[in-house]
C-alpha cells in the first residue's frame, strides 16, 4: 500500500511541476508549494514524520524544518560558488573587461564562415575543461562569463549558445568528477577514478562527444531556422581599445578564475587545490589592483566593486533562489521514494546484459530530470547494478559507464537542475526552450555509448 502511495504522490508532483512550468508560474514560490503538498500529503497518509528520528515533535512542523534544510544547504553551498561568479560578472561587465575580450576574439572567429561550426567545438572545449572543473554548474558559469559573449559576436543566438554551454559540460569525465568516484565506489571496483577516466572513460566517450557536438550544432541550427533566427556574422573591423577605454589586456581578466582553477587542480599542481570561490577572489583583487594603478585613484577602483557585490545580490534574488526552491521540491520527490520503488521493479526486468544497463541508465536519466540530482539517479540501483554483473560477468565499470553518463546527460535535460536554472536565468531564456534544444544531441550520444558499451564488454 505504502509502495503504491509513493509512486501516485510522485506522478501528481511531477504533473503539476510540468502544469506549473508549461503556465509560467513564479518558479520558486510554485517549486516550494508543491514540496510543501507532497510532504503535507506523504506524512497525512502515512502517519509518519518527514523527519523521522529527528521530529521537532510535531509532524506539521517537520514540512517545514525539512524545507529549511534543503534550501539553506543550497545557499550555503552552491550558492557560495555561483555568487561569487555572477558578481564577478557583473564586475567585468563595469570594467569593460567582457567588452575587450569579446573585441578581441571576434576577430580571428569570424574566419569561421558558418556560425554552428563555433557551436560544435563549445561542446568540445566544455568537455576538455570538465575533466579540470568537475562542477557543472560552476563550469557553465565559469564559460557564461568568458565564451558568451563571444559566441553571441560571432551571430549565435543566446539559446543556442546556452545549450552548447550545457552540454560540453555534462558528461563526468575526469579523475576528479564525483559521479563516477561515487559510481566505483558502489560496485566495489579496484580501479582508480584516474584509471577508470583513462582505460573506459576516454575509450567510450570520445566518439559520443564528437557525435553530441555535431548534434549540437545541427539540431540548433534547426531550431534557430524554426524560431525565424538567422546566424550571421557582423563583419565589422576590430575596435580599437582606444575606443573602449581599456588596453587590451583587460581581455584576460574573465579567464583569470578559469586558468586559477585549471592549474590548482589535480590535474596540474595536484598538492594545491583550490575552490571556485576562491579562484574568483584571488581574482578580484588582482583585477582591482591593476584598476588602482591605471586609474591612479584608489577610491574610485574601490568604488567600482560595489558591482560586484551588487550582481551577487542579485544572483541571489534571480538564481539561488531558484535553486533552492528547487532543491525542496527534489527532496520531497526524493524522501517519498516513489522514484526508487519504480526503479527497483525496472531493474529486475528479465532482459540480457547492457539492454538491462541501458534501461537502468535511462530510468536514472528520469529520475534526475525530476529531481535535478544525480546521486538520486544512481543510488536506488546500486545494489541490482551489483547483482546485474554477477549475471551477466560484465566488466563492472563497463557496466557502470553506461549508466553514470547518464546522470550527466539528465543534468542537461532537467528544468529544475541547478546547471539549467543558473545558465537560463543569467542569460535570460525560457528553461523549456532551452531543455528542448539538447533531447536529440544527449540522445544520440547516450545510445552510442551503450554501442560502443556492449562491443567493448
Known amino acids: 500500500m505504502i509502495g503504491f502511495i509513493q509512486v501516485l504522490l510522485t506522478f501528481v508532483a511531477i504533473g503539476l511541476l510540468i502544469f506549473m512550468i508549461m503556465k509560467k508560474a513564479y518558479a520558486p514560490m510554485s517549486l516550494l508549494a508543491l514540496g510543501f503538498i507532497i510532504l503535507f500529503f506523504w506524512s497525512l497518509l ?3 514524520s518527514i523527519m523521522g528520528e529527528e521530529s521537532v515533535g510535531n509532524w506539521f512542523l517537520d514540512i517545514f524544518e525539512f524545507m529549511k534544510s534543503y534550501f539553506c544547504s543550497q545557499y550555503i553551498g552552491l550558492g557560495m560558488i555561483l555568487l561569487p561568479l555572477m558578481g564577478f560578472t557583473r564586475y567585468m561587465n563595469h570594467i569593460h573587461a567582457t567588452e575587450m575580450l569579446t573585441s578581441l576574439c571576434s576577430k580571428p572567429l569570424q574566419k569561421i564562415k558558418n556560425p554552428y561550426v563555433i557551436v560544435g567545438c563549445t561542446v568540445i572545449l566544455g568537455a576538455l575543461l570538465e575533466i579540470a572543473i568537475p562542477s557543472h554548474t560552476g563550469l557553465s558559469v565559469l564559460l557564461i562569463i568568458t565564451l558568451f559573449p563571444v559566441l553571441r559576436s560571432c551571430g549565435i543566438s543566446k539559446l543556442t549558445a546556452a545549450a552548447a554551454i550545457l552540454l560540453g559540460g555534462a558528461m563526468d569525465l575526469g579523475p576528479a568528477a564525483p559521479m563516477p568516484i561515487y559510481g566505483l565506489s558502489e560496485i566495489h571496483s579496484g580501479m582508480t577514478a584516474a584509471e577508470y577516466f583513462i582505460r573506459i572513460q576516454i575509450p567510450v566517450s570520445t566518439l559520443p562527444i564528437l557525435l553530441s557536438a555535431v548534434l549540437c550544432a545541427v539540431v540548433n541550427w534547426k531550431w534557430d531556422q524554426k524560431a525565424g533566427y538567422l546566424a550571421e556574422r557582423q ?15 583587460y581581455a584576460l581578466f ?43 585613484s584608489v577610491i574610485h577602483s574601490m568604488d567600482a566593486t560595489k558591482t560586484f557585490f551588487e550582481g551577487m545580490g542579485d544572483g541571489y534574488t534571480v538564481t ?18 516513489g522514484l526508487t520503488v519504480l526503479a527497483e521493479l525496472i531493474s529486475k526486468t528479465p532482459l540480457n546484459g547492457m539492454v538491462v544497463f541501458a534501461i537502468i541508465g535511462l530510468l536514472g536519466m528520469f529520475i534526475i530530470i525530476f529531481t535535478g540530482s544525480p546521486n538520486a ?7 541490482s547494478i551489483l547483482n546485474l554483473i554477477n549475471t551477466y560477468h560484465i566488466m563492472p565499470e563497463i557496466a557502470l559507464l553506461p549508466i553514470q553518463l547518464s546522470m550527466g546527460y539528465g543534468r542537461v535535460l532537467s528544468p529544475i537542475g541547478s546547471a539549467v536554472l543558473t545558465v537560463a536565468s543569467m542569460v535570460d531564456v525560457d528553461i523549456i526552450a532551452l531543455v528542448k534544444r539538447n533531447i536529440i544531441p544527449v540522445g544520440g550520444a547516450y545510445l552510442l555509448n551503450i554501442i560502443i558499451a556492449a562491443i567493448l564488454q
Open 235 to 249: 563583419e565589422t573591423a576590430e575596435i580599437p581599445s582606444s575606443e573602449i577605454g581599456v588596453p587590451r589586456f
Open 254 to 296: 574573465p579567464l583569470i578564475p578559469l586558468v586559477f582553477i585549471i592549474i590548482f587542480s589535480k590535474l596540474v599542481v595536484s598538492s594545491i587545490v583550490i575552490s571556485v570561490c576562491a579562484a574568483v577572489f584571488i581574482s578580484l583583487f588582482i583585477c582591482t589592483t591593476i584598476e588602482i594603478i591605471r586609474s591612479h
Open 46 to 48: 502515512t502517519g509518519q
Open 377 to 383: 539517479g544512481m543510488a536506488p540501483f546500486t545494489d
Open 320 to 337: 539561488i533562489v531558484l535553486i533552492a526552491a528547487a532543491s525542496v521540491f527534489a527532496g520531497a520527490l526524493q524522501k517519498i521514494g
